[in-house]
T-cell receptor, first 113, second 117 residues
Framework: GNSVTQMEGPVTLSEEAFLTINCTYTATGYPSLFWYVQYPGEGLQLLLKATKADDKGSNKGFEATYRKETTSFHLEKGSVQVSDSAVYFCALSTFKLGGKLIFGQGTELSVKP | DTGVSQNPRHKITKRGQNVTFRCDPISEHNRLYWYRQTLGQGPEFLTYFQNEAQLEKSRLLSDRFSAERPKGSFSTLEIQRTEQGDSAMYLC???????????????FGSGTRLTVV
């Protein structure tokens, strides 16, 4: 089947610390992988994506590399800011899913000044 | 392009009442998706439309739930005889076609937060 597993939160970091949020997946077929971010009280915003193995998605200083051999898509940022405090969701989609996204449970990030 | 719009943003209702939410997708997007997000969880798929046709419904969508997209533009999600377990954020998303979703993801609205008391 199709599923996404993320590391449990909350993750609490000091400003300028390095961030890693782990994401692994299982998929029937060849998935595209996404990271979405949800700020308090808001909907989900697409943060970055990768559609094939070894692709690196990047946006706003965040990066994630599609690793087919380890079925992973870990999110990283070299220096987090207080404004990065949010919930981060890893997700996958395939053509067979008809456009549905399968989400992980989310990882809450809290960055302290 | 004004994005995906959802109304209302918040709804508080008493148990047993009916509620209806509205989603206005990005214009000319023929695919529209509904998701439900409970506290501390990722969004879960409920149903989707291609134009006015409802093509798939999740097992999560009990017979108290009904969704429509009468003219292939806006969509409504109605919950009858609400229960406390229906309290959640209801999210809507739209996209032109499946290929765009797989390649680019899709755009979500800000959601409707339902609280059943």
């Amino acid at each position: 089947g199709n599923s996404v597993t993320q590391m449990e939160g909350p993750v609490t970091l000091s400003e300028e610390a390095f961030l890693t949020i782990n994401c692994t997946y299982t998929a029937t077929g060849y998935p595209s992988l996404f990271w979405y971010v949800q700020y308090p009280g808001e909907g989900l915003q697409l943060l970055l994506k990768a559609t094939k193995a070894d692709d690196k998605g990047s946006n706003k200083g965040f990066e994630a590399t599609y690793r087919k051999e380890t079925t992973s898509f870990h999110l990283e940022k070299g220096s987090v800011q207080v404004s990065d405090s949010a919930v981060y969701f890893c997700a996958l989609s395939t053509f067979k899913l008809g456009g549905k996204l399968i989400f992980g449970q989310g990882t809450e990030l809290s960055v302290k000044p | 392009d004004t994005g995906v719009s959802q109304n209302p943003r918040h709804k508080i209702t008493k148990r047993g009442q009916n509620v209806t939410f509205r989603c206005d997708p990005i214009s000319e997007h023929n695919r529209l998706y509904w998701y439900r997000q409970t506290l501390g969880q990722g969004p879960e798929f409920l149903t989707y439309f291609q134009n006015e046709a409802q093509l798939e419904k999740s097992r999560l969508l009990s017979d108290r739930f009904s969704a429509e997209r009468p003219k292939g533009s806006f969509s409504t999600l109605e919950i009858q005889r609400t229960e406390q377990g229906d309290s959640a954020m209801y999210l809507c998303a739209s996209s032109p076609k499946v290929g765009d979703i797989v390649n680019y993801g899709y755009t979500f609205g800000s959601g409707t937060r339902l609280t059943v008391v």
